[in-house]
T-cell receptor, first 115, second 116 residues
Framework: TQLLEQSPQFLSIQEGENLTVYCNSSSVFSSLQWYRQEPGEGPVLLVT?????EVKKLKRLTFQFGDARKDSSLHITAAQPGDTGLYLC???????????????FGQGTILTVHP | DTEVTQTPKHLVMGMTNKKSLKCEQH?????MYWYKQKAKKPPELMFV???????INESVPSRFSPECPNSSLLNLHLHALQPEDSALYLC???????????????FGPGTRLTVL
């Protein structure tokens, strides 16, 4: 079974601070997605990273895929209250095995940004 | 159109009721999914449909019965549910299943189900 360990589980910061969320695994993934979910809503896809070492930027959000495709990070610069939500990483296992085609989710990071 | 829609938004039902959740997508995706999500936890996969055929059933109790009438629609029929089945039920779609390497799934807003 492929696992994704996401940390920290909770993050409470002030507006304007920077933060980083990590997803780590001992397994290799063919791709990794990051989602943001607000209370009572479905997860919204933020980004997909596919290539080892890949860095993608989405305004104040920077996503990185580890060289070995086993880990990923999400960095938010100058956090705003609108960034508040549940952040989920999800990895796609390689072919073979019962997990193929399914998303392996991290446990999520609950981010609260205070004004 | 990159939207997955779900109805109803909220549903309250008794343990003897029969109800259905509906999901629709118009992105031309050929794979659709049902997930169950408890508060502050990641979604848990329940079912996967590929080209309108059930491809994965994650050992879900028979009181949950999925149906895919066509490539755009996905239903989840509910009968004799238990209070522990109360959760947010999410529908998702993707271009194909499996669809390496991207495997991008797009989620609907969910149905908040409460079983009394």
């Amino acid at each position: 079974t492929q696992l994704l360990e996401q940390s920290p589980q909770f993050l409470s910061i002030q507006e304007g601070e920077n933060l980083t969320v990590y997803c780590n695994s001992s397994s290799v993934f063919s791709s990794l997605q990051w989602y943001r979910q607000e209370p009572g809503e479905g997860p919204v896809l933020l980004v997909t990273v596919v290539t080892g070492g890949e860095v993608k930027k989405l305004k104040r959000l920077t996503f990185q895929f580890g060289d070995a495709r086993k880990d990923s990070s999400l960095h938010i610069t100058a956090a705003q209250p609108g960034d508040t939500g549940l952040y989920l990483c999800a990895g796609s296992p390689y072919a073979g095995g019962t997990s193929y085609g399914k998303l392996t989710f991290g446990q999520g990071t609950i981010l609260t940004v205070h004004p | 159109d990159t939207e997955v829609t779900q109805t109803p938004k909220h549903l309250v039902m008794g343990m003897t009721n029969k109800k259905s959740l509906k999901c629709e997508q118009h992105m031309g995706h050929r794979a659709m999914y049902w997930y169950k999500q408890k508060a502050k936890k990641p979604p848990e996969l329940m079912f996967v449909y590929s080209y309108e055929k059930l491809s994965i059933n994650e050992s879900v109790p028979s009181r949950f019965s999925p149906e895919c009438p066509n490539s755009s629609l996905l239903n989840l029929h509910l009968h004799a549910l238990q209070p522990e089945d109360s959760a947010l039920y999410l529908c998702a779609s993707s271009q194909e299943w499996p669809s390496p390497p991207y495997n991008e799934q797009f989620f609907g807003p969910g149905t908040r189900l409460t079983v009394l």
